[in-house]
């Protein structure tokens, strides 16, 4: 049977220090920028689970990780490294795995073969144990017929764990979980389906589409249909690499006028997209995400009518989202942009034969 495996790296930017300085395990360890007396806008990259069990997480605002966790010791990343052993990771399991798709820095997708749910946990535990005697970094797999719920099992396999779902037992492991399980899912969305009594997976199959709808709009549907264990269908990618790219900037200062976030927007579409033209690749969707002042995250993704390595178009596009998220803020409050955030996803080769955007890169942005 064809399985998915999807190894995901137990707080790694925090072990990968811990693997270079060992005096430092078992200590709350936060990877990010100390807070000073001076206002400070930098959050927490990343935390170790000493730190978690106080309340400290990820993207949190370091002066309330202080607060929570005043005996935390503080690391500044070092991404240099962490790509580094990301390479080795990935590296490692290239010699082991035919099939392996990085999904990130941290978490990757495999496609293998196994006979049984006990045979792929034998597989899982044997990669899990070999990996970190090799690289020195722990992890959490999951495995089930579907990549969409092998990622829900490696979150529920941490940390260092692993967790295997059957096909027959996809809604049991779904019912209990909260709809936040669901890749995607984020705060807003969770919030809005709350507001309807919707908090498990279970509630949310049984409250049907036009209650989602109603709640989240058109992507209800949709998350009723995975609710349901209704999948959509499994397609191994074609090639291994990377799946998407992304660029982040953070303001000094709020920013509260569309004319300065959209010539932001625009000069990081233009930079992400020559980045990846660069590295040989073309993009299928785009996406922009804005963080508001009051840390929540909207985001907003549009797939294009083909591919395409044409900055001009990915300039285009993400501007045309940034003004779609915008004007909706608009018409309930008014809040000013922490971050913002683009993104080209659905990667490929650019020597693969496809529909091409390329001779009308200077049109209209793409519906």
């Known amino acids: 049977m064809r399985w ?78 962490y790509e580094a052993r990301s390479g080795e990771v990935m590296a490692w399991l290239r010699e082991r795995f035919s099939a392996v798709h990085p999904q990130s820095i941290d978490e990757a997708m495999l496609f293998v073969e196994a006979g049984s749910p ?75 389906l709350e507001q309807g009594g919707i908090r498990t997976i279970e509630e949310l199959a049984a409250a049907g589409h036009r209650t989602a709808r109603r709640l989240i709009g058109a992507w209800g549907g949709s998350l009723v249909e995975i609710a349901r264990g209704r999948l959509p269908p499994q397609e191994e990618p074609t090639e291994s690499g990377p799946r998407s790219r992304s660029s982040d900037r953070t303001f000094a200062t709020d920013v509260a006028d569309l004319g300065e976030l959209e010539g932001t927007v625009t000069e990081m579409a233009r930079e992400l997209g020559e980045a990846v033209a660069r590295e040989g690749y073309r993009f299928g969707a785009v996406g922009v995400a804005l963080r508001w002042e009051d840390f929540a995250r909207v985001q907003r993704g549009r797939a294009l009518p083909g591919s395409t390595a044409s900055p001009a178009v990915l300039a285009n596009a993400a501007s045309r989202l940034l003004r779609e998220v915008w004007e909706e803020e608009a ?19 650019a020597r693969e034969k496809q529909v091409s955007l390329d001779t009308f890169a200077a049109g209209p942005s793409p519906d």
């Open 118 to 192: 006990a045979a792929l946990v034998e597989i899982a535990k044997g990669a899990q144990a070999g990996l970190r005697d090799a690289v020195g970094l722990p992890s959490s797999w999951g495995g089930a017929p579907h990549h969409l719920i092998a990622k829900i099992a490696s979150d529920r396999a941490k940390p260092g764990g692993v967790r295997i779902v059957p096909a027959d037992e996809v809604a049991r492991f779904l019912a209990p979980q909260s709809v936040r399980a669901i890749p995607g899912v984020g705060p807003k969305t969770a919030a809005a």
């Open 331 to 349: 018409r309930t409050s008014a809040r000013r942009v922490r971050t913002v955030t683009v993104r080209v996803e659905r990667l490929r080769r």
């Open 4 to 81: 998915v495996l999807y190894v995901d790296m137990d707080a790694f930017y925090v072990n990968c220090e811990l693997r270079d300085r060992p005096e430092l395990r078992g200590l709350p360890l936060l990877i990010g920028h100390r807070p000073t007396d001076a206002p400070s806008r930098a959050v927490v990259l990343s935390a170790s689970y000493e730190a978690r069990r106080v309340g400290v997480r990820s993207a949190q605002p370091v002066r309330e990780a202080a607060r929570r966790c005043p005996e935390a010791r503080w690391l500044p990343p070092d991404f240099p490294k």
